[in-house]
C-alpha cells in the first residue's frame, strides 16, 4: 500500500511505516487521535491509521480512474478445458496455471466447422496459421494458403519437406515473368458448367451493377450465359471465344455440331448467330 500511493507523496503527506519504540505513547496516540501541536525538531509529525481506516482509503483501481503507473492486466489467467483435446489433431500450444503444464490440440471434426482467429497486430496470428499449415503439409494433407500479402506463403514454403516438394503449386499473380495461366470455363460436366456460369454472371453484377440499375439486366444475362454455356460444349475455349460467338458466325457454325444442349441452340436460332453478326 505504501508503494501504491507513493506516486501522491510529497514533503507535506505520505503514507509510511515506522518501528514502535514506545508502546504506550503509540497506545495513546493512536486510541485518542492526537495531532501534533507542536513541531518537534528531527521528529516528523504523523498520523496512526488503524485497518479500517486503511480500508477505507485503498480500493482496487477501476479502469475509468486516470491513475499512472499502473500495470492493468488485460486478460485473466484460466485453465485450460477439460473438453479441450490433449491429443490428436492440430497443436496450438499449452495452458500454463497453477503450475500445471497441459496441451491444447483442435480435432479435425472441430477444424471443419471452421475457425476465427482474431488480435491485434503482432499478436501472432499469422504464426499460428503458418504452424497449423505446416502440420497439415508434414501429414499428408492437403492444403490451400490465400496470402494476400506475400509473407505468409514465404515462410510456409521454407518448411516444404522433400517428399511433398512435387505437390506445391505457387501461384503468384504478380509474377509476370512466370504466369500461371487460369481458365476460368474450364469445366467437368454439366453441373459445374452453370455453376462457372452463374457465378461469373454474379461476379459482373458485382463489379458492374452493384446496385442492381439496370447496366447487367436480364437480357445481358441471358446472352452472356447461353454464349458461355455454348462456348464450353468445346474443350480448351475462354473468355475469347465468347466474344466470337457474338461477331464471328463461321465460329458458330464450327461448335453447332458438338452443342447438345437445346437451349443453347434454341438461344442461338432466335438471335440468329449463326447466320450474321451480331451488333
Given at each position: 500500500?505504501?508503494?501504491?500511493?507513493?506516486?501522491?507523496a510529497?514533503?507535506?503527506n505520505?503514507?509510511?511505516?515506522?518501528?514502535i519504540?514506545?508502546?504506550?505513547?503509540?497506545m495513546?496516540?493512536?486510541i485518542?487521535?492526537?495531532?501534533?501541536?507542536?513541531d518537534?525538531?528531527?521528529?516528523?509529525?504523523?498520523?496512526?491509521?488503524?485497518?479500517?481506516?486503511?480500508?477505507?482509503?485503498?480500493?482496487?483501481?477501476?479502469?475509468?480512474?486516470e491513475?499512472?503507473?499502473?500495470?492493468?492486466?488485460?486478460?485473466?489467467?484460466?485453465?485450460?478445458?477439460?473438453?479441450?483435446?490433449e491429443?490428436?489433431?492440430t497443436y496450438?500450444g499449452?495452458?500454463?496455471?497453477r503450475?500445471?503444464?497441459?496441451?491444447?490440440?483442435?480435432?479435425?471434426?472441430?477444424?471443419?466447422?471452421h475457425?476465427?482467429?482474431?488480435?491485434?497486430?503482432?499478436?501472432?496470428?499469422?504464426?499460428?496459421?503458418?504452424?497449423m499449415?505446416?502440420?497439415?503439409?508434414?501429414?499428408?494433407?492437403?492444403?490451400c494458403?490465400?496470402d494476400?500479402?506475400?509473407d505468409?506463403?514465404?515462410?510456409i514454403?521454407q518448411?516444404i519437406?522433400?517428399?511433398?516438394?512435387e505437390?506445391?503449386?505457387y501461384?503468384?499473380?504478380?509474377?509476370?515473368?512466370r504466369?500461371i495461366g487460369?481458365n476460368?470455363?474450364?469445366?467437368?460436366?454439366?453441373q459445374?458448367?452453370?455453376?462457372?456460369t452463374?457465378?461469373?454472371?454474379?461476379?459482373?453484377?458485382?463489379?458492374?451493377d452493384?446496385?442492381?440499375?439496370?447496366?447487367v439486366?436480364?437480357?445481358f444475362e441471358h446472352?452472356?450465359?447461353?454464349?458461355?454455356?455454348?462456348?464450353?460444349a468445346?474443350?480448351?475455349?475462354t473468355?475469347?471465344?465468347?466474344?466470337r460467338?457474338?461477331?464471328?458466325p463461321?465460329?458458330v457454325q464450327?461448335?453447332l455440331?458438338?452443342?447438345t444442349?437445346?437451349?443453347?441452340?434454341?438461344?442461338?436460332?432466335?438471335?440468329?448467330?449463326?447466320?450474321?453478326?451480331l451488333?
Amino acid at each position: 500500500m505504501k508503494t501504491a500511493f507513493n506516486q501522491f507523496a510529497s514533503d507535506q503527506n505520505s503514507f509510511g511505516t515506522a518501528k514502535i519504540l514506545f508502546k504506550y505513547g503509540f497506545m495513546v496516540n493512536f486510541i485518542y487521535k492526537f495531532f501534533p501541536v507542536f513541531d518537534v525538531p528531527f521528529v516528523k509529525s504523523v498520523s496512526i491509521l488503524s485497518s479500517e481506516e486503511l480500508a477505507t482509503i485503498f480500493h482496487l483501481p477501476n479502469k475509468t480512474v486516470e491513475t499512472p503507473f499502473i500495470h492493468w492486466l488485460k486478460a485473466k489467467t484460466a485453465p485450460v478445458a477439460a473438453e479441450v483435446a490433449e491429443d490428436g489433431g492440430t497443436y496450438l500450444g499449452y495452458g500454463h496455471y497453477r503450475g500445471v503444464r497441459r496441451q491444447v490440440h483442435v480435432l479435425q471434426e472441430d477444424r471443419r466447422r471452421h475457425l476465427y482467429i482474431i488480435g491485434k497486430t503482432g499478436v501472432g496470428k499469422s504464426e499460428l496459421l503458418k504452424d497449423m499449415a505446416i502440420q497439415d503439409i508434414k501429414a499428408g494433407h492437403g492444403v490451400c494458403v490465400i496470402d494476400p500479402h506475400g509473407d505468409l506463403v514465404e515462410g510456409i514454403l521454407q518448411y516444404i519437406p522433400p517428399e511433398r516438394a512435387e505437390d506445391v503449386i505457387y501461384f503468384d499473380p504478380s509474377d509476370t515473368e512466370r504466369p500461371i495461366g487460369l481458365n476460368l470455363l474450364e469445366a467437368r460436366g454439366e453441373q459445374e458448367k452453370h455453376f462457372i456460369t452463374t457465378a461469373i454472371i454474379n461476379l459482373m453484377y458485382k463489379l458492374y451493377d452493384p446496385q442492381r440499375t439496370g447496366i447487367v439486366g436480364p437480357r445481358f444475362e441471358h446472352t452472356v450465359r447461353n454464349a458461355m454455356l455454348t462456348v464450353m460444349a468445346d474443350k480448351g475455349t475462354t473468355f475469347i471465344e465468347v466474344v466470337r460467338i457474338l461477331t464471328d458466325p463461321k465460329y458458330v457454325q464450327e461448335l453447332l455440331p458438338k452443342l447438345t444442349d437445346p437451349n443453347c441452340k434454341a438461344f442461338l436460332d432466335r438471335s440468329n448467330c449463326a447466320n450474321k453478326r451480331l451488333s
